[in-house]
């Protein structure tokens, strides 16, 4: 079976095209009956691929002279679409010389693009922007929104709740996950509106393929009695980043710890197995590559900083769904399912 | 010097009496300068004070039967201010037979007593909900608003600023605290309409006796570069679970690993005091205490799950508050700097 290629904005993130490029030959490497597309500066990108031939074997280099930058206003960068590393990897997506786009560059940009260009979904108001959080349960947890949208309404929030369930199926194999909202209590009357409002129409929709169990604070997140946690953009990026930084502070009080006598310094030489079992468990490496769901395709975020382990996992997440058809089953989801009961039932979005 | 008593509601939190006595006696302890008042029911009280004849030698029992549950409504426990542990402690405040309340008891419940009993200063529309978290810098950083109010809009937040300041003014004796609102980026167009018209008033506002250093994602909050972070109560409450969350899986995950082989197990146990100090920094019993801001009064609840040692930290925190004049330096700060422009320039509030 041939299955579709995966375009990769070879000139985004902090360290551009060596990373990318690196990162995904080790993707390659694991999944060898992939394609790629590698889209950007032709001589850079040519250069790079002189140490991965088994990537350059897969692939086909799109030309291109300009980037979207880092801080770039979404609007400003949404009129270079045609001729960026980042349009022609979401265009690519769009008319079909690929099935997936991956990029590490500018995330409102990126949005704004793919939002452009492939279009949401027939019963998706908005997409949202969705990444795998570990927990201390057997599977990683489906989190959405991350940051797309920083207002949502309870339509928003339920089309959130079908769409993570499809990629949760995907994750866990359950017929049915386990969704909940993420609020700051687990009582009926807490949060805002829209919550409360979200959470009376799972209750009524049962024909879901989900199972609704209700809020959850952001302590209970990884405990893994949960598979989706729903929330607004706004709540869902200052969870994920407190849940990084929390991570990343505790790995560097460790390290002074350890370094603090020479007795811990003997300790922490003889538990090394165990710390770096942490330290695989902490590294966001390890969980890079959010999706962003609802759109007429699958476009992947890899992180900023992510090291050419974290593009590689980020490609991986990418294969996966395209390999699962996500697209499909959100799809097949919300039309088996009555989106349009979901619609009517909502208010209007923005 | 005869320094005011601090009023313990002895009968709220998951174990009541027996934790939330020990607790006062470890804290009496460390500052025995200070009296107790201790609310609730007076035999059992007593049983407890059997252990601890140094806090009993400094205590007045004010008895009582009635006990505001755990789950029990806002609107339900006010009707039982006057008859309930909790609403006594506030109202030992209110008449000035105490300086101080600490509760383990309902959050919820406690804002509201609090609020009706104390009333906000003025200058302050809406009372915030603070408290301290480590940071891997010289101070803790001080946090606000946890969870008091949902949706807050520009004039709250730059009221809760100004509060902050005061708090870290004592915790780290800085003149101008530095200040920053939490948002999902760091540039000036990110975030709600209330964070952007909030961040132009601190900027304009520059005879506060803060820094404003502008907006700060949630992953940035324990890197030691700022003193005071400023949020609206919904997202105050996702970041602060979201970090107590993270430490307690880090730490389970910590507990795995190091029990997963012979190895492990002794590389421990020669490490434990790195794995001790590791520990201190992230048992939230450390970090217990947390300030209603902007009351004629200091209330402090103490997380209803705190063992004895963090009961103490929560009394601790209310006396350095008491000894450090909390109430009237805020007061102050209102008064000098204009917190009359401040409202004018704002929006209504709810």
């Given at each position: 079976?041939?299955?579709?290629?995966?375009?990769?904005?070879?000139?985004?993130g902090?360290?551009?095209?060596?990373?990318?490029?690196?990162?995904a030959?080790?993707?390659?490497?694991?999944?060898?009956?992939?394609?790629?597309?590698?889209?950007?500066?032709?001589?850079?990108i040519?250069?790079?691929?002189?140490?991965?031939?088994?990537?350059?074997?897969?692939?086909e280099i799109?030309?291109?002279?300009?980037?979207?930058s880092?801080?770039?206003?979404?609007?400003?960068?949404?009129?270079?679409a045609?001729?960026?590393?980042?349009?022609l990897?979401?265009?690519?997506?769009?008319?079909?010389?690929?099935g997936?786009?991956?990029?590490?560059?500018?995330?409102?940009?990126?949005?704004?693009?793919?939002?452009?260009?492939?279009?949401?979904?027939?019963?998706?108001?908005?997409?949202?922007?969705s990444?795998l959080?570990?927990?201390?349960?057997?599977?990683?947890?489906?989190?959405l929104?991350?940051?797309?949208?920083?207002?949502?309404?309870?339509?928003?929030?339920?089309?959130?709740?079908?769409?993570?369930?499809?990629?949760?199926?995907?994750?866990?194999?359950?017929?049915?996950?386990?969704?909940?909202?993420?609020?700051?209590?687990?009582?009926?009357?807490?949060?805002?509106?829209?919550?409360?409002?979200?959470?009376?129409?799972?209750?009524?929709?049962?024909?879901?393929?989900?199972?609704?169990?209700?809020?959850?604070?952001?302590?209970?997140?990884?405990?893994?009695?949960?598979?989706?946690?729903?929330?607004?953009?706004?709540?869902?990026?200052?969870?994920?980043?407190?849940?990084?930084?929390?991570?990343?502070?505790?790995?560097?009080?460790?390290?002074?710890?350890?370094?603090?006598?020479?007795?811990?310094?003997?300790?922490?030489?003889?538990?090394?197995?165990a710390?770096?079992?942490?330290?695989?468990h902490?590294?966001?490496?390890?969980?890079n590559g959010?999706?962003?769901?609802?759109?007429?395709?699958?476009?992947?975020?890899?992180?900023?900083?992510?090291?050419?382990?974290g593009?590689?996992?980020?490609?991986?997440?990418?294969?996966?769904?395209?390999?699962?058809?996500?697209?499909?089953?959100?799809?097949?989801?919300?039309?088996?399912?009555?989106?349009?009961?979901?619609?009517?039932?909502?208010?209007?979005?923005?």
């Amino acid at each position: 079976m041939s299955l579709p290629r995966i375009a990769i904005d070879a000139m985004g993130g902090d360290e551009g095209v060596r990373v990318m490029i690196e990162g995904a030959a080790l993707a390659r490497r694991r999944h060898d009956r992939f394609k790629f597309l590698l889209v950007g500066d032709e001589v850079r990108i040519k250069a790079a691929l002189e140490n991965h031939p088994n990537l350059r074997a897969a692939s086909e280099i799109l030309h291109c002279d300009d980037v979207v930058s880092g801080d770039e206003k979404p609007t400003q960068a949404l009129r270079r679409a045609k001729t960026t590393s980042m349009g022609l990897a979401i265009n690519a997506v769009k008319t079909g010389a690929a099935g997936a786009a991956v990029s590490a560059g500018n995330t409102g940009a990126l949005m704004a693009m793919a939002k452009l260009a492939l279009r949401t979904m027939p019963g998706i108001d908005r997409p949202a922007l969705s990444a795998l959080m570990p927990t201390l349960g057997e599977n990683d947890v489906v989190m959405l929104d991350l940051g797309a949208n920083t207002d949502c309404d309870a339509r928003n929030l339920v089309q959130f709740s079908i769409m993570g369930a499809a990629y949760s199926r995907i994750i866990t194999g359950r017929d049915h996950p386990r969704v909940r909202l993420l609020n700051i209590g687990s009582e009926e009357t807490k949060g805002t509106e829209a919550l409360r409002e979200a959470a009376a129409q799972l209750n009524a929709h049962s024909e879901l393929s989900l199972k609704f169990d209700g809020f959850i604070e952001a302590d209970k997140i990884n405990r893994g009695d949960v598979d989706v946690v729903v929330t607004d953009g706004f709540s869902g990026n200052i969870a994920l980043k407190a849940i990084e930084g929390t991570a990343r502070f505790v790995a560097d009080l460790l390290r002074r710890s350890f370094a603090s006598s020479l007795r811990s310094k003997v300790g922490f030489l003889i538990s090394r197995p165990a710390t770096e079992l942490l330290k695989h468990h902490l590294d966001p490496n390890n969980h890079n590559g959010a999706v962003f769901l609802g759109l007429n395709g699958i476009v992947v975020k890899s992180h900023g900083s992510a090291s050419a382990l974290g593009v590689a996992n980020a490609v991986a997440v990418t294969a996966r769904l395209l390999e699962e058809k996500l697209t499909e089953r959100i799809q097949a989801e919300l039309e088996h399912f009555g989106a349009e009961s979901i619609r009517r039932g909502g208010k209007a979005a923005g």
